[in-house]
């Protein structure tokens, strides 16, 4: 005979009890930094359906603050926030010992060259530009959450190991 307790509770078969099942493990914990929340949701919820958990901040200081506080794997960041731009975000965070190694994608409207450069100089590990397809989304994501990917941009510099538009 099996028996089910109902949600998060175990089931029995004879005299055996079987835990309930456990939530599957996420693929990466990221952190959304949009200030418009329709793109912050769309950006959450299609995360956190492809298996990733995210946590989100509307603005530059929050997203420090998070940043320092909850450690994500992976950010995903506009370039322009109120109370600290992207830009600013990512400099601090390069600067500050314990975060430094989090991998930056910025995902922006700004298409221009010279935003480009300034991303990868403040050092930004990927730039990908609004509006983007969500499944290369999760494709740089992966990519950057693998080991080694952080190691490769460090060596072969950042602008070189940026994957590709």
Known sequence: MVKH????GSRSDGDR?????AAPVPRGRVLVVEDHEDTRFMLKTFLEMSGFAVCE????????EMAVNDVPDLILMDLGLPRFDGLS???????HEAIRHLSIIFLSGWTDPQRLRDAVDAGCDDYLVK???PDR?????????TPNARFAAAWYGAAGAAVKQ
């Open 131 to 133: 509006p983007v397809e």
């Open 17 to 21: 009890v079987w835990p309930a099942k």
């Open 89 to 95: 975000v990512t400099r601090r965070i390069r600067a």
């Open 137 to 145: 989304i999760v494709a740089v994501i992966e990519h950057w959450l």
């Open 5 to 8: 307790t109902g949600l998060g």
């Open 57 to 64: 901040a509307k603005d530059g200081e929050s997203a420090m």
